[in-house]
């Protein structure tokens, strides 16, 4: 069945395959305006490959992609995306305020001499992310959430219709993945543009997204998370019984094997202390 609501994105049966192995198989998922969506999985289960499939950066076996009813790089222009992984040298004499600029700036050659409507545009999304405090120093010497704020708002700089952010919040602390999600949510409501977040825990987002994706053996399941995160929707998309347990307003999804052991599959039992 074919994604189509006329929404900001809609992805229809999309497949991938490196080297003769599924990495996606069929995904299909929506997302309307102003949603805040969490993209779930293990590592390697295909959030990444998914991602680059919605930006043009993975050519597809099969299917279908459209933002903003357009397809390929027509609708490109209303994405902003936060990759996963930013190295960020601290001895890059590159400032954050330069680096918000050059989301607007960047296919230019060199720095621009930036005029006062430019820079009035940098300053008004430093304030929105709570970035202003830290806008002239080095990018490399922030602590991870104050870069997260940085890379948001040089997406968002050129207000695009779509957000896609890889994994922003491994590697932060308690406090700024917490920071970060609220912040992402207020954006979302304030602006409404479409969010999509991968993950490898939900637990974070549980308070703050309307829907999710959740991917497993390169299937997807996706609609409101309630309606997802259960015991039989699992089951079948792992292809195995999967238990979902709610502890202290958290989630814990596990598999039974024929001895009845239990192994975590996502959101390992330590996030259980973390509430």
């Known amino acids: 069945m074919n994604v189509d609501d006329g929404g900001v994105l809609s992805a229809n049966h999309l497949s991938v395959s490196y080297a ?4 996606l198989d069929g995904v299909s998922f929506g997302l309307k305006p102003g949603e805040f969506c969490g993209l779930i999985g293990s590592n390697g289960s295909g959030k990444t490959t998914l991602l680059r499939a919605l930006l043009g950066f993975q050519s597809l076996d099969a299917g279908e992609v459209r933002i903003d009813g357009k397809m390929g790089k027509a ?5 902003g995306y936060v990759p996963q992984k930013i190295m960020l040298d601290a001895e890059i004499p590159l400032r954050a305020r330069d680096l918000v600029t050059l989301g607007l ?5 060199g720095f621009a001499l930036n005029s006062r409507a430019v820079r009035q545009q940098v300053d008004a999304m430093l304030r929105e992310v709570g970035a202003e405090s830290f806008a002239d120093e080095r990018i490399g010497n922030l602590s991870g959430g104050q870069q997260q704020r940085v890379l948001i708002a040089h ?8 957000l896609l952010l890889d994994e922003p919040l491994a590697n932060l602390d308690i406090r700024s993945v ?11 409501i ?7 977040l991968s993950a490898h825990d939900m637990n974070p987002l549980l308070s703050s997204m309307d829907s999710i994706v959740y991917l497993a053996n390169g299937r ?14 699992l ?9 979902v347990l709610r502890v202290m307003n958290r989630v814990l999804v596990i598999a039974a094997n024929a001895s009845s052991d239990v192994c975590a599959l996502t959101s390992p039992p330590e996030n259980l202390m973390k509430a």
């Open 75 to 79: 609708g490109l222009h209303s994405v």
């Open 190 to 196: 304030v602006h409404q543009v479409s969010i999509l």
């Open 235 to 243: 089951s079948r998309l792992y292809g195995y019984p999967i238990e």
């Open 105 to 109: 700036t960047g296919k230019q050659l």
């Open 178 to 188: 917490s920071e970060i999600v609220a912040l992402l949510r207020h954006l979302c």
């Open 220 to 233: 997807a399941a996706s609609g409101k998370t309630d309606e997802v995160v259960q015991s039989d929707v």
């Open 20 to 23: 003769g192995k599924t990495v």
């Open 155 to 162: 997406a968002l700089i050129r207000r695009p219709r779509l």
